[in-house]
């Protein structure tokens, strides 16, 4: 499901069962410590709360530095604010962690050609790469859409066995959490996978990452792996479970729309375009701490103290009246 049937049985891919995304990205990080030893790890400024959680309770002597992601004046991708961070600031077996679909908070992805270009840092700089992939399939629909820079990571910079170690990052994680688009939630079920240099074995590092995985959840649910298993080996499943996760992300997409036409249509104070740029669950808002705090003492909206709004709490009652909420806190402010 997520390299492709033409990558899925390559010898550099070790791949285990984990405790949903959080569990994947916690063995990531004990690994990259334990291992890998780098200085730094690099987390997009902003970021999903739990990846500094998770480093920082990891017990590691790595330092945590933030790549600029975010531009609040556009809300757009500050690309090349990253792209200048890790050129200047990384250093070889680094880590930097990359989500690899709808971006957790903004809903901001990189374009094709700026995934190429981040490929590119990350093989000259030879760093080592965590992509985190928990929503696949709720930012497009499409699963191999989804999927597109992890698999464009793989071919182009581990694919080939006759690149030398120097032209080769130090390695690859991909996190992936199967709670959002298979319903999960309660089961907590996930994947990881680590990607090698074709001249290094596997075998070693997947002796270790079975000893951290007895170590730290020794055994996942069987029940949710089963239903996962079951569903992606059965093609009259698969095919129905393909749909129904695009019709969620259609869904998303539509009221996504429908909000920042109806703040148009109100008037409401500012350029609402980014709603409708972003892609997934969530909104980025723009809106501040402040706002969003009357938005819920006043008229009971409810979204983080950072702006981001979940998007599957809107429907074709209410966003009307959440529009009219934003509106009012807009101008209040």
């Known amino acids: 499901m ?27 990080a004990l690994f990259c410590g334990r291992y890998l030893r780098p200085k730094n ?13 998770i480093w920082e309770t990891a017990g590691l002597d790595i330092k945590r530095k933030l790549y600029p992601y975010y531009d609040p004046l556009t809300r757009s991708l500050n690309f090349h604010g990253m792209i200048a961070e ?3 600031s990384a250093e070889e077996n680094d880590v930097v962690i990359l989500h690899a679909c709808a971006h957790n908070p903004t809903g901001i992805d990189p374009t094709h050609p700026q995934w190429k270009k981040i490929a590119e840092i990350v ?20 699963l191999d859409a989804d999927a597109w820079a992890i698999r464009y990571f793989y071919s182009t910079l581990f694919g080939d066995a006759s690149l030398p170690m120097s032209a080769t990052p130090a390695g690859m994680f ?9 319903g999960l939630y309660g089961e907590r079920i996930g994947a990881l ?24 959840i020794s055994c996942p649910s069987l029940f949710g792996e089963r239903c996962v298993h079951a569903i992606l080996t059965d093609m009259e499943l698969r095919s129905k479970w393909e749909a129904d996760v695009k019709t ?7 009221v996504r729309m429908a909000l920042k036409l109806e703040l148009v249509n109100i008037g409401a104070q500012g350029n609402w375009d980014h709603i409708g740029r972003q892609i997934g669950m969530f909104s980025y808002t723009g809106l501040s701490k402040a706002q969003v705090h009357r938005l819920k003492e006043v008229h009971h909206v409810y979204m983080l103290e950072n702006g981001r709004m979940s998007l599957s709490g809107l429907n074709g009652k209410n966003v009307a009246y959440v529009a009219r909420a934003i509106k009012e806190v807009v101008e209040w402010d």
Not at 41 to 53: E, G, K, Q, R
Not at 123 to 142: H, I, M, N, W
Not at 174 to 182: A, I
Not at 193 to 216: D, K, M
């Open 123 to 142: 093989a000259k700089k030879r760093l080592f790469v965590v992509f985190d992939s928990a929503y696949q399939g709720f930012a497009s629909g499409d």
């Open 193 to 216: 996978h680590l990607i090698t240099p074709p001249s290094i074995s596997h075998r070693g590092a997947y002796t270790h990452l079975v000893r951290l995985i007895r170590a730290e």
């Open 2 to 28: 997520l390299f492709g049937p033409q990558l899925a049985q390559n010898e550099n891919i070790t791949s285990v069962q984990t405790v949903a995304g959080t569990g994947a990205n916690h063995l990531a």
């Open 41 to 53: 790890v690099f987390i997009s400024n902003p970021t999903w709360d739990n990846h500094h959680l």
């Open 174 to 182: 991909v996190c992936q959490s199967f709670s959002k688009n298979f």
């Open 86 to 88: 890790l050129e200047n």
């Open 248 to 254: 969620m992300a259609s869904r998303i997409q539509q």
